[in-house]
């Protein structure tokens, strides 16, 4: 499509796209009033006033209203941010009542939030739909370290939003980590990113080791691999591999670099990424972290004019509810857990035959009453984990236990 379109036209030949991918893609995941949504973009050098990313600056500007419009999103990590002026406008678009934004006041080079380097430079954002979010905080992570400052690109360091999110009466307070990993395929950029999501993690552990996280941006490397030819792991290896102790996080995208999907349009990997701690898996919407290659029914040729950006928006989807709904429900051995002793009385353990991820867990009377519900941690092909009930009358129960993969059903009976 051609920016000469007239805006009738435009408009008609957008809701006839938008509804055909509809069609098309019935299991897509979308943004929905009772979910907290979530988007990381890489808009390329938005507005940048000099001869980087796309050329034609109001046609970039212009997309990303109507992009951002289509996604609906609650919150967007936003990235390459150069002209603020133009992003004030943006934002704006979208309805000065509707949305907040916050741009960091730092980018490489420049620790102040002021200055021509500060203009000029890429620079981290957020935008947060403002029923959503409360006790909007901001800052950035290390700051202080030298070392932080080298491996994030000389000062691009986490962007941390902290907030109440309340969807359908329902709050919690989530943190999300904005990253702008090094860029590059050399052994440099990839120790740089190595070292940058080491720091990172301890940091996590310290700071934020009891609370929802979310991990979002252009890690600037896959998760499943290395864009560096000469490593066998991602460079962010130390947050991807940990899954074992109580401050472990999830790697929802990963499985997306895994089939063979690619966040930008002239590069094969998937390098923009969402990671969530343990504590937010119990609310995460199976299968909604997508790469939204579906902005092609809104911007046509937002490949092969590259007018937008070079990266495709990623989408991930959360029920604060903690009900999960959508998910295969299988058999416990299929599920790989078993419930002992059983019939038992006020301490039951679960057993597992293979690794299972943190998960939620309910308990149902027969009549569908809701008696309990709380989580447990992952599960080592093996082990056990006990379950006290002390308080339960004796009778017939139903145990729910979930998971970002399935769910089961276990029979448990409590004695006398």
């Not at 907040?100 to 980018?107: K, Q």
Request: charged content about 15%.
């Amino acid at each position: 499509m051609k920016h000469t379109t007239s805006p009738i036209t435009r408009s008609a030949i957008c809701s006839i796209g938008f509804i055909l991918m509809l069609l098309a893609h019935p299991g897509h995941a979308q943004s929905s009033s009772n979910t907290l949504d979530i988007v990381g973009w890489n808009i390329e050098y938005f507005g940048a006033p000099y001869n980087s990313g796309p050329t034609d600056k109001d046609l970039q500007e212009f997309n990303a209203k109507r992009i951002l419009r289509m996604l609906n999103a609650d919150l967007y990590g936003v990235l390459e941010i150069v002209d603020s002026m133009r992003f004030r406008r943006l934002v704006d678009s979208l309805g000065q009542n509707e949305y907040g934004f916050v741009i960091a006041p730092y980018c490489s080079s420049n620790s102040t939030g002021t200055g021509n380097s500060w203009t000029s430079g890429q620079k981290q954002a957020f935008i947060y739909r403002k029923s959503v979010f409360a006790n909007v905080r901001t800052r950035g992570i290390s700051r202080n370290s030298p070392t932080a400052n080298t491996n994030w690109a000389s000062g691009r360091f986490p962007f941390l939003f902290s907030a109440t999110a309340t969807i359908n009466g329902i709050s919690k307070n989530i943190n999300v980590f904005l990253l702008h990993g090094k860029a590059g395929a050399t052994q440099s950029d990839y120790e740089k990113r190595f070292g940058a999501a080491q720091e990172l993690k301890d940091t996590l552990d310290a700071q934020f080791n009891n609370t929802l996280n979310f991990i979002i941006g252009d890690f600037n490397d896959a998760l499943n691999t290395s864009i560096y030819p000469g490593a066998t792991v991602s460079s962010y290896t130390s947050i991807v591999a940990d899954s074992t102790d109580a401050d472990s996080y999830r790697s929802i995208t990963l499985p997306l670099g895994v089939a063979g999907q690619t966040t930008m349009i002239n590069f094969p990997n998937v390098i923009d990424n969402h990671i969530i701690s343990n504590e937010a898996v119990p609310f995460y919407v199976p299968n909604s972290a997508k790469v939204r290659t579906d902005v092609t029914t809104i911007v046509p040729d937002y490949v092969s004019a590259h007018n937008t950006s070079d990266h495709y928006p990623v989408f991930s989807q959360y029920d604060l509810s903690g009900v999960i709904t959508s998910i295969n429900n299988v058999s416990p051995q299929e599920f790989g857990l078993s419930l002992y002793p059983n019939p038992g009385r006020n301490q039951f353990w679960l057993h597992s035959k293979k690794n299972i991820p943190a998960s939620s867990i309910q308990l149902f009377s027969l009549n569908g009453q809701l008696i309990w519900n709380g989580t447990i941690s992952r599960m080592a092909a093996g082990s056990n984990q006990a379950l006290n009930f002390p308080n339960l009358p004796a009778g017939n129960y139903q145990l729910k236990i979930t998971h970002t993969e399935g769910s089961t059903h276990l029979p448990l009976i409590q004695l006398k």
